[in-house]
């Protein structure tokens, strides 16, 4: 059964749901949510097992994309367009894919249909280990971070899920680590999907300094979407909406005032 996903509604017209990625939630959208706000009716969502949504068990895409899927039809916004990055961008085009009705276009923010290799059982393994219990500091939680997670700003990124306890009571994660470890392959990998193609319009959008799209990814991508059209931001790697915001609003802008045209 699908879970009923936790959002945050921004200003008026055709509908644009948006999807943050792994670790994320819809307030990492806030500021770009706001601003597309100003012409598109937007609904920035958190996925199962993160944010203010529900936890589940099991997170395969199969059942995400049926959360999505009912989100759009429960709040009638079918079809919408749906923007997704990085697991977020999977969700979204497993979507489109097994409920194109729902979906009028698909932009797709630096992930591919594809399977990847990552360290973010090593993050969660971290992060599970940190002592958040009475007394303990923010900065604690980072130092205890900072073996498993060398970069700053992806540490910084991780603790935007530290969530302080009422009365003193430490801290408490936002992000079912223990759902996000059981489910990882799954989450990493894509459906198999050979059989199936969204024909509606799709953007595929990455960073410059991002390997998540390449060359050898897009054959995988229009084998399933096949009106895709590629663009890569520069000066940005895997969040090239929070890297570079004007280009990313620019960009998605010009894609979707174009179907209006």
Not at 149 to 167: H, I, K, M
Not at 221 to 238: C, L, N, S, Y
């Amino acid at each position: 059964m699908p879970l009923s996903l936790a959002f945050r509604e921004y200003g008026s017209g055709p509908p644009l749901v948006i999807l943050h990625g792994l670790f994320g939630s819809q307030r990492n959208w806030q500021s770009m949510a706001e601003r597309l706000g100003r012409h598109y009716r937007v609904f920035a969502c958190d996925l199962r097992n993160h944010g203010d949504s529900p936890w589940a068990p099991s997170m395969r895409f199969e059942e995400m994309a049926d959360d999505l899927e009912a989100l759009i039809e429960g709040k009638g916004l079918a079809p919408a367009t749906v923007l997704g990055h990085s697991v977020g961008g999977k969700t979204a085009m497993l979507t489109a894919l097994r409920h194109p009705d729902v979906v009028d276009a698909l932009i797709v923010v630096d992930i591919a249909p594809v399977t990847y290799e990552e360290l973010f059982l090593a993050y969660i393994a971290a992060m599970q280990a940190a002592d958040l219990g009475p007394g303990c500091r923010r900065g604690d939680v980072e130092a205890a971070l900072a073996a498993a997670v060398p970069d700053t700003a992806t540490r910084l990124f991780l603790l935007q899920n530290l969530e302080e306890q009422p009365a003193g009571g430490g801290f408490a994660w936002r992000v079912n680590l223990e759902a996000l470890a059981a489910n990882m392959p799954a989450l990493l990998g894509f459906p198999d999907t050979e059989e199936l193609a969204y024909e509606g319009r799709a953007l595929f959008l990455s960073g410059a300094a991002s390997g998540y799209i390449g060359r050898t990814h897009q054959g995988a991508v229009w084998d399933r979407f096949p009106q895709a059209e590629f663009t890569v931001i520069k000066d940005a790697g895997h969040y090239p909406h929070v890297e570079q915001p004007d280009a990313f609003y620019d960009r998605v802008t010009l894609f979707l005032d174009s179907a209006y045209a």
